[in-house]
């Protein structure tokens, strides 16, 4: 895909005119990373926003002994390290790419000045900001409230909604993550993950076909489990 086409399928240009579409494909500039790649650290200084053209990120904090906790995984569409960029303060986490990915670099003032010279950039930016601080607070009542099987449950629901496609009442969500992927999303232990997904499997609620996650009732899936 060439950039100018790239630029135009990401959500937050979406609404841009031909002409300044074809500025921000001209101040950006592509860096690929390999699998486990770091793109950057928490706690860094942020000099640039990052779109994903190709490949999946994990927004990550770790603590001291190794342990981790995935916060989100961005897929190709998706923007992230706007926070710092926004508010002048380091990296609020790590992010990691997770297969072979190539993303679309734009540096701060370049960036700061599309979002001043162009409203309705700043409009799908609050959007979409709004949209990941309703799925924290999802994040946050499911760690706080849900037992176990509650838990992966939500992660299952919050990755249908990222990067599920429904035919049939049916979800299928492509490239399912790892169990330890899974694990540090939930809060669980990948042990967990397993027996939930087979439990899961056995009462015919989810089915899983390659790399691929089926639910196979979504509506009845979400009713019982959000
Ligand atoms: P920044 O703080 O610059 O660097 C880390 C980035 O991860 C951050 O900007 C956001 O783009 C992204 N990020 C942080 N928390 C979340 C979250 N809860 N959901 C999705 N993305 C996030």
């Given at each position: 895909?060439?950039?100018?086409?790239?630029?135009?399928?990401?959500?937050?240009?979406?609404?841009l005119?031909?002409?300044?579409?074809?500025?921000v494909?001209?101040?950006?500039?592509n860096?690929?990373?390999?699998k486990?790649?770091?793109?950057?650290l928490?706690?860094?200084?942020?000099?640039?926003l990052?779109?994903?053209?190709?490949g999946?990120?994990?927004?990550v904090?770790?603590?001291?002994?190794?342990g981790e906790v995935?916060?989100?995984?961005l897929?190709?569409?998706?923007?992230?390290?706007?926070?710092a960029?926004?508010?002048?303060l380091?990296?609020?986490?790590?992010?990691?790419?997770?297969?072979?990915s190539e993303?679309?670099?734009?540096?701060?003032?370049?960036?700061?000045?599309?979002?001043?010279k162009?409203?309705?950039?700043?409009i799908?930016l609050?959007?979409?900001?709004?949209?990941?601080?309703?799925?924290?607070?999802?994040?946050?009542?499911s760690?706080?409230?849900?037992?176990?099987?509650?838990?992966?449950?939500?992660?299952?629901?919050?990755l249908?909604?990222?990067?599920?496609?429904?035919?049939k009442?049916?979800?299928?969500?492509?490239?399912?993550p790892?169990?330890?992927?899974?694990?540090?999303m939930a809060?669980?232990?990948?042990?967990?993950?397993?027996?939930t997904?087979?439990?899961f499997i056995?009462?015919?609620?989810?089915?899983?076909r390659?790399?691929?996650?089926?639910?196979?009732?979504f509506d009845?899936?979400?009713?019982s489990?959000?």
């Open positions: 895909m060439d950039i100018v086409e790239l630029v135009r399928a990401v959500p937050i240009f979406g609404d005119d031909e002409n300044e579409i074809k500025k494909a001209e101040i950006g500039i860096r690929k990373f390999s486990n790649g770091i793109v950057f928490e706690e860094e200084e942020g000099a640039a990052f779109i994903i053209i190709s999946k990120v994990k927004i904090r770790t603590d001291d002994d190794g995935i916060l989100s995984i897929g190709s569409g998706d923007f992230f390290g706007e926070m960029i926004l508010d002048g380091p990296r609020s986490a790590t992010v990691v790419s997770i297969d072979n993303l679309f670099m734009i540096h701060r003032r370049d960036f700061l000045q599309v979002v001043e162009a409203p309705q950039v700043a799908s609050l959007r979409e900001l709004t949209r990941r601080l309703r799925k924290a607070d999802e994040q946050i009542k760690l706080s409230l849900k037992d176990a099987v509650g838990r992966v449950a939500n992660v299952i629901l919050q249908a909604d990222d990067s599920g496609k429904i035919k009442g049916q979800v299928i969500i492509p490239d399912f790892l169990q330890q992927d899974l694990a540090n809060g669980t232990s990948r042990e967990t993950i397993s027996r997904i087979h439990q056995r009462e015919g609620l989810l089915e899983q390659g790399n691929s996650l089926i639910i196979t009732n009845k899936f979400k009713s489990y959000s």
